[in-house]
């Protein structure tokens, strides 16, 4: 039987340096990921108030995903269990999802300003990685 793979997204709350001039969001420190930790890419996605960028699956790579600005929902989806998880994250409740591969997910933006979003990757991405569908191929009621 297939263990649900959904089990295993993390929820972390990075820390949050107070400041006047602005806060200082941390994202993440070496000794969270591990000594076998592979630097792999950094990017930024935007999207915008209630556009869908779905259905993405990763091999091999495991995300780290923070919302700097706006907020966003995160949809995953385990074909095994035919289950979903679905968590918001935003500038308000600060946060940085752990999604291991081998998960469907795909992201909505719930801010009416535009969200900006965060990923840090353990392997550059690869067209040879990553397996898409379109929004309507797997069913959910975004």
């Given at each position: 039987?297939?263990?649900?793979?959904l089990n295993q997204i993390k929820v972390l709350q990075p820390k949050i340096i107070?400041?006047?001039?602005?806060?200082?969001?941390?994202?993440l420190q070496k000794k969270e990921v591990g000594k076998n930790w592979k630097f792999g890419e950094a990017y930024f996605s935007k999207i915008k108030f209630k556009k869908i960028k779905a259905w993405k699956f990763h091999k091999k790579i495991t995300l780290n995903l923070a919302v700097l600005v706006g907020k966003v929902?995160?949809?995953f989806y385990?074909?095994?269990?035919?289950?979903y998880k679905i968590i918001s994250i935003g500038e308000k409740?600060?946060?940085r999802l752990v999604?291991?591969?081998?998960i469907w997910f795909g992201f909505?933006?719930?801010?009416?300003?535009?969200?900006?979003i965060i990923s840090l990757?353990?392997?550059?991405?690869?067209?040879?990685?990553i397996l898409r569908c379109k929004k309507n191929e797997i069913k959910f009621n975004w």
């Open positions: 039987m297939a263990k649900n793979l107070k400041s006047k001039e602005g806060n200082v969001m941390r994202f929902k995160f949809v385990s074909p095994y269990k035919n289950s409740n600060y946060s999604v291991p591969p081998k909505q933006g719930i801010d009416k300003k535009e969200s900006i990757t353990n392997f550059p991405h690869s067209k040879k990685e």
